[in-house]
Each structure stands twice: as structure tokens, then as C-alpha cells.
């Protein structure tokens, strides 16, 4: 079974910065690609970045400019760089991954969330 954790969540003032990583352990045999998601009490999730096994990267035009996601294939990781924060940035961060536990076998897998507060 593939579990993902997420760490670096916290309260920011606006425009200041915090880092994000996922790390995925357990059975992996590959992992296609891995997104960030956020949401906020009384809207839906929404998708903020995502990343592919070849490190082609894509953001939520609200991010632009603003947030970068890496990988770490070695250690199967994934991290989301946030500067320039804004407060409606805020809210619970979700790691998710499409990740193969074998040849034929894959799961979507979603963290427990981290939360992020940007407020003065």
C-alpha cells in the first residue's frame, strides 16, 4: 500500500514564502505524476500544480508566477515552492499521486493535508 505525507504547512504574513514536500513510501514501482490541491471550508478542491514523471510542470493560473513544483524521483517526492503569498492562498494543501504499486496495478492516492494560513 503507497501512503503520501505531507509536511511544511504554517501561518505566513502576505508575500512571505513556506515550502511544501510529499513523500511517497511504500510498494512503487512508478510514479506517473503527483499534484497539489488546496481547499477552503465550503468550496471545492481545487487542483493548484501538477508534475509528470518527466518533470513537465503546470499551474492554476491564480499561482503563475508565484508557485514552482518539483520532484525528487530518487526519494519519490514531490514539492511545491509558494512565494509571494497571498491570503487567499490559504487553506488545507492536499499532496496526490497516480502511482503504479506495480506493472499493472495503480492507485490515486491523496495525503492527509497540511494546513497553510497566509494572515497579517
Known amino acids: 500500500q503507497v501512503q503520501l505525507v505531507e509536511s511544511g504547512g504554517g501561518l505566513v504574513q502576505p508575500g512571505g514564502s513556506l515550502s511544501l514536500s510529499c513523500a511517497a513510501s511504500?510498494?512503487?514501482?512508478?510514479?506517473?505524476?503527483m499534484y497539489w490541491y488546496r481547499q477552503v471550508p465550503g468550496k471545492e478542491r481545487e487542483l493548484v500544480a501538477g508534475?509528470?514523471?518527466?518533470?513537465?510542470?503546470d499551474y492554476a493560473n491564480s499561482v503563475k508566477g508565484r508557485f514552482s513544483i518539483s520532484r525528487d524521483n530518487g526519494a519519490n517526492t514531490v514539492y511545491l515552492q509558494m512565494n509571494s503569498l497571498k491570503p487567499e492562498d490559504t487553506g488545507v494543501y492536499y499532496c496526490?499521486?497516480?502511482?503504479?504499486?506495480?506493472?499493472?496495478?495503480?492507485?490515486?492516492?491523496w495525503g492527509q493535508g497540511t494546513q497553510v494560513t497566509v494572515s497579517s
Open positions: 508534475i509528470n514523471n518527466g518533470g513537465a510542470a
Open positions: 496526490n499521486g497516480k502511482i503504479y504499486s506495480s506493472m499493472t496495478e495503480w492507485s490515486d492516492v
Open positions: 511504500g510498494t512503487i514501482f512508478s510514479i506517473v505524476a
